[in-house]
C-alpha cells in the first residue's frame, strides 16, 4: 500500500484493473486500517475517476454475494447519501410508494455515514430485521412487493472498512459507489447522487450496460429532486431538467423537507408520510421522487407516473408494502 499511497499523493490516477485489485485486497484485509484510512482520504481531497469508479465497482460486485430473484424485474430507488442536507429518509419512503404501485423493489441501502438515518437506520428501528438469505429475500419480494439489502451483509470490502468510514464521518467513495453495487443488479435502477460531475459518470457507466436508468440530481446540492431547486436528471433517452412545476407543485424550501435530529424522529416522520399524516411538503417530496422512479420503469409521462405514486400512497397500497415487509421480517 506504501508505494500505492506515494502514486497517489504524485497525483497519479489508478487504472481500472489497479483499482479493482486495490478492492479486493481491502477485503482480503491485506491492508491496516491506516492504510485504508490514507487511502480513502486520497480521493476525497482530489476526486475519483470514471475509470477508478468502475473498477471499484467491479471489484465490489465480484466478491459481494449475490442474489437471484428466478427472472423476477426489480428496480432498485438508491442515494449516495453524503449530500450534508440531513432530509428525512425521502428515497426509502418512495421506494415503498413504487412497490405499492405493483413495481416489485430490490432496495439497497446501509447505515447512515454524514446524515442522522440512513435507511438501514430507519427500517432497523422500525423492526426490520436484515438478512442475506436469497429465500427470504424472495419471500419478501414475492409477498410484500419489497425487499431490503443492508450493503454489510453482501459487500466484504463495504463491512471491512465500515468502522473507518464511521470514523471519518464524511462521505468517501464508498459513497459513490452503493447505488452501483446492488447484489442483485436490477434491471431498472434510480440513482441519486450528490454532485453533477458524479452524475456524469453514473450515466456513463450505465450506457455500457441494459440497465434502464435515471440518474437525479438536484442542483441544490441534493441526492435526490428535492422540489427546492431544478432536478437535473440523465436517463436512458437523454438528460432533462425538471422542476417542480412539472409536478404541479410549488417550489419548496430546505426547511421543509429537513429531518429529524434522531433515528427515533426520522421514524416518526417516516409512518406519518405512509399513513396520510404528514406535512404535504413531506409527502409531495417522496411523490416525486416516487413518479421520477416510476417513469423509470414504464417509460411513461412524468404525469402519468406520478398518479400511479398518489394512488400508491393515498390508497394505503404503500403503507400495506411497508407493513408485509415489517411482519415478513420480524
Known amino acids: 500500500m506504501k508505494k500505492i499511497l506515494n502514486a497517489l499523493y504524485q497525483q497519479q490516477l489508478l487504472s481500472h484493473s489497479q483499482a479493482r485489485e486495490i478492492l479486493i485486497n481491502i477485503a482480503k484485509g491485506v491492508y491496516n486500517p491506516s492504510e485504508i484510512a490514507s487511502f480513502l482520504t486520497v480521493f476525497m481531497m482530489r476526486g475519483v475517476t470514471v475509470q477508478e469508479l468502475s473498477g471499484f465497482r467491479e471489484a465490489l460486485l465480484e466478491l459481494c454475494r449475490p442474489v437471484d430473484f428466478n427472472g423476477i424485474e426489480t428496480i432498485d430507488l438508491c442515494g449516495t447519501g453524503g449530500d450534508e442536507k ?104 434510480m440513482s441519486g447522487v450528490f454532485s453533477l460531475e458524479l452524475a456524469r459518470m453514473y450515466h456513463y457507466i450505465f450506457q455500457q450496460e441494459e440497465t434502464q436508468y435515471a440518474v437525479v440530481y438536484d442542483l441544490g446540492g441534493y441526492d435526490e429532486c428535492s422540489l427546492t431547486n431544478t432536478t437535473r436528471l440523465l436517463t436512458t433517452s437523454g438528460e432533462f431538467e425538471i422542476e417542480p412545476s412539472d409536478f404541479k407543485f410549488d417550489k419548496l424550501k430546505q426547511a421543509d423537507i429537513e429531518g429529524g435530529r434522531s433515528i427515533a424522529e426520522n421514524a416518526a416522520l417516516f409512518i406519518d408520510v405512509l399513513n396520510n399524516t404528514a406535512p404535504e411538503a413531506h409527502t409531495q417530496v417522496v411523490l416525486a421522487n416516487a413518479a421520477i422512479a416510476l417513469q423509470c420503469r414504464f417509460g411513461e409521462s412524468l404525469n402519468d407516473s406520478l398518479l400511479r405514486a398518489e394512488d400508491s400512497l393515498k390508497s394505503g397500497n404503500a403503507l400495506a408494502a411497508f407493513t408485509k415487509l415489517i411482519q415478513l421480517a420480524s
Open 86 to 189: 440531513n432530509t428525512f429518509n425521502i428515497s426509502t419512503l418512495a421506494s415503498f410508494v413504487v412497490a405499492g404501485a405493483g413495481v416489485s423493489v430490490a432496495k439497497h441501502g446501509n447505515y447512515g455515514v454524514s446524515s442522522v438515518s440512513g435507511s438501514s437506520n430507519v427500517l432497523e428501528y422500525l423492526g426490520y430485521r436484515f438478512s442475506n438469505d436469497n429465500a427470504v429475500l424472495l419471500r419478501q419480494l414475492e409477498q410484500a412487493g419489497i425487499c431490503f439489502m443492508h450493503a454489510p451483509l453482501f459487500h466484504p470490502a463495504m463491512k471491512t472498512v465500515a468502522p473507518i468510514r464511521k470514523e471519518l464521518g464524511v462521505k468517501t467513495f464508498f459513497n459513490m459507489l452503493g447505488p452501483l453495487v446492488n447484489p442483485a443488479r436490477p434491471k431498472y435502477q
